[in-house]
């Protein structure tokens, strides 16, 4: 099964949830569930805001390019995961398990990109209101997103030349549910060091400045809607912020609960469950968040046409059958 002669290995082996084998069909029947519901819960955001009139603003732009960012990072993981998962694990080829890193690795940049984007949309709205149509333009948005989405696909290529350039001559299990970073370099028998400081230093314009930016952008926003002298206008302020806060939060609570995790032994599992939290659980809970706490996005969807034909078809059935 494995291509192996005395320095060079072809394959590597995912043994997904070892420890859970029992549950494979159970695991396998909640993955797709959670998959496919993802996949049409962002389809949704897509649509309602390219079809509404009143979902035409800069932040609704951004959420449609959040949710391809979480489509592209659940549907890069999710199929092979499921494969994995309901075999007891699975084979994937050296090449394909780096592409698989390498486009994890894009769509969580986009991720942070947009989110710090978002961040500065919202602190114009709040902070600089008057001005806040002439800078945030088509064109700044246009460029924005493009920009987001050209430096996340450029970053990743620094880190996955090098991991192209390794060799693989030992052993070939990678005890996780998909190709990340660390696991990869853990059965590299080359030099890895060189990749280690290219990764830390690419965290910090990735990582460490988006999340600085963000934190320092939302207390600006606080200090602004505190000095609103009328409870319901503090209210407002804050709830034209609030689900992107709380995407924020999730999804850096995560990161951060997965960097300062140590690996190996019973750890290491729960660094899997912090994984799933965020490849598999983040692409899920951002649009809940925004449908559920946005009231323009309720609206939008209770204007929906296909919604309004199904829930007047119920109405017409529950009046002639009297239920």
């Known amino acids: 099964m494995f291509q192996e002669n005395q320095t060079t290995v072809t394959e590597f082996l995912l043994l997904g949830f070892p420890s859970l084998q029992t549950f494979n069909v159970a695991l396998f029947t909640l993955f797709l569930v959670i998959y496919i519901m993802t996949l049409a819960a962002n389809l949704l955001i897509i649509i309602l805001v390219s079809n509404s009139q009143s979902l035409k603003s800069p932040m609704y732009f951004f959420l449609c390019h959040l949710s391809l960012s979480d489509m592209l990072l659940t549907t890069n993981i999710a199929p092979n995961m499921l494969h994995v998962v309901l075999n007891g694990g699975g084979t994937i080829y050296v090449t394909g398990c780096i592409t698989q890193f390498y486009f994890h690795g894009v769509s969580a940049t986009v991720e942070t990109l947009l989110l710090t984007v978002m961040s ?181 969807l209770r204007k929906c046409p296909y919604i309004r034909r199904s829930s007047s078809i119920k109405i017409k059935l529950n009046r002639e059958y009297n239920i």
């Open 120 to 300: 500065f949309d919202r602190y114009l709205a709040i902070c600089n209101p008057l001005r806040y149509t002439a800078i945030m333009d088509i064109r700044l948005c246009l460029h924005l997103v493009t920009w987001t989405w050209l430096i996340a696909f450029l970053l990743m290529i620094f880190i996955v030349i090098p991991m192209c350039q390794l060799q693989f001559c030992g052993p070939h299990i990678i005890d996780h549910y998909f190709c990340d970073f660390y696991p990869i370099l853990e059965l590299s028998c080359s030099d890895i060091s060189i990749l280690k400081l290219e990764d830390f230093v690419l965290a910090i314009p990735v990582v460490l400045f988006p999340f600085v930016f963000i934190t320092s952008t939302y207390v600006s926003i606080s200090l602004t809607i505190l000095r609103i002298p009328s409870t319901t206008g503090r209210q407002k302020a804050f709830s034209t912020c609030s689900s992107h806060l709380a995407v924020v939060g999730t999804f850096y609570g995560t990161l951060i609960a997965i960097y300062i995790t140590p690996s190996g032994g019973q750890s290491f599992n729960v660094n899997k469950v912090l994984s799933l939290l965020y490849t598999v659980g983040t692409p899920l809970f951002n649009p809940i968040i925004y449908c559920l706490r946005n009231q323009e996005i309720k609206l939008a």
